[in-house]
């Protein structure tokens, strides 16, 4: 490489008595000359280049690190000792670039960097194109929830199943990142539907509402898996490790015991069968939400007369049984299970909530 020896010859007498706006422009030479050739060289060259480099980074000006970071960032064959300098350089100006884009970084790097710097770099690392699990779990570990929302969101980044679990416990208390949990594919089914259970109303709220379909989807299948296991759980709590009842089973219990005026298994039963937490039956009755309790009941799939006894055990007979029929007969089952949906997610719901979503 010819060009590169008056560069070379240059080096000596600019570290020794050069200024450092001069080293800077040395600097910008040699990178420059190794840019125009990096396609061209082997191995041996980049040493050199290294080495050139090496020598010049601790004794620039900052403006001239800067513009280094972003010239070597993408480059597949930059000098790897002059990366790790950059990589590790507490100025995130300087380090950013080099975490976020430079395949020249190793894992080893990475978790180094990751242990050490602060919340600045680990948003870096989180941005690279493609992360492994030893790095995912060491910036889940440090990093903020900041931090934690976009190593979530980026597709590249495989997590490990304590990386995951990590996430899914913060995600319970931030809608955001439950949000962008929810729409990765590597999540495994059970722990989502943990998450889910464990979640906090705003961020079930905000799954509820996501705009994307898949998110809304997921969230669907999570409620009704832990429904499904509520329902176990009652059922074996209740009857016992030897009594199975099928859902037509505890259906016809639920109407037996509605029409014997059972107020608290009905509403137990009621709960297990509608699929919804029996904290939320009760909230309805305290505020005594006649309409919701027909809405649980269609949802159940009960008929009419079961229905209203099951209005009459926890609420009293309707003031008029008339337009209660007609509510009940024009519920569709699309608008009960909405409405379920909705209710799963709340402890409470209001009427006005009640009459927007029917």
């Known amino acids: 490489m010819p060009a590169a020896v008056p560069l070379i010859e240059e080096l000596s007498s600019v570290l020794a008595d050069g200024s450092a706006d001069r080293r800077s422009e040395v600097l910008r030479r040699v990178t420059d000359l190794f840019l125009a050739t990096s396609t061209r060289i082997g191995d041996e060259q980049v040493d050199l280049f290294d080495d050139v480099m090496e020598q010049l980074v601790g004794t620039v000006e900052r403006y001239a690190l800067v513009r280094l970071g972003l010239q070597l960032a993408p480059i597949g064959n930059a000098p790897r000792d002059t990366i790790g300098r950059l990589a590790r350089h507490d100025d995130i100006g300087i380090a950013g670039p080099v975490l976020e884009k430079s395949p020249r970084i190793t894992d080893a790097l990475l978790v180094e960097i990751a242990r050490s710097k602060g919340q600045s770099h680990l948003a870096a690392i989180a941005a690279r194109r493609h992360l492994s699990e030893v790095v995912t779990d060491i910036v889940v570990e440090r ?75 997921r969230l669907d299948h999570a409620i009704a898996a832990i429904g499904d296991q509520l329902v176990h759980a009652r059922l074996h709590a209740h009857h016992g490790p030897a009594v199975r009842l099928d859902p037509d089973a505890l259906k016809a219990r639920l109407c037996e015991q509605a029409r014997s005026g059972e107020r608290g298994p009905v509403i137990e039963a009621l709960a297990a069968v509608a699929d919804v937490p029996a904290i939320a039956v009760r909230n309805l009755i305290r505020q005594r939400s006649a309409d919701a309790l027909l809405i649980l009941c269609k949802a159940a799939g009960l008929g009419w007369s079961d229905a209203k006894a099951v209005l009459a055990v926890t609420l009293g007979e309707p003031d008029d049984p008339r337009a209660a029929f007609q509510h009940y007969v024009g519920l569709s089952a699309e608008v009960a299970q909405r409405v379920v949906r909705f209710i799963k997610l709340r402890k409470s719901t209001s009427r006005s909530e009640l009459d927007r979503l029917t």
């Open 143 to 217: 990093g903020d929830i900041a931090v934690t929302r976009k190593v979530t969101a980026n597709p590249g980044a495989r997590f490990s199943e304590t990386g995951l679990q990590t996430v899914a416990a913060r995600a319970c208390g931030d809608a955001e990142l439950a949000e962008l949990f929810a729409g990765r594919t590597d999540v495994p089914p059970d722990l989502f539907c943990t998450m889910v259970r464990d979640a906090g109303e705003i961020v079930r709220r905000r799954l509820a509402t996501s705009a994307h379909p898949a998110v809304r989807t």
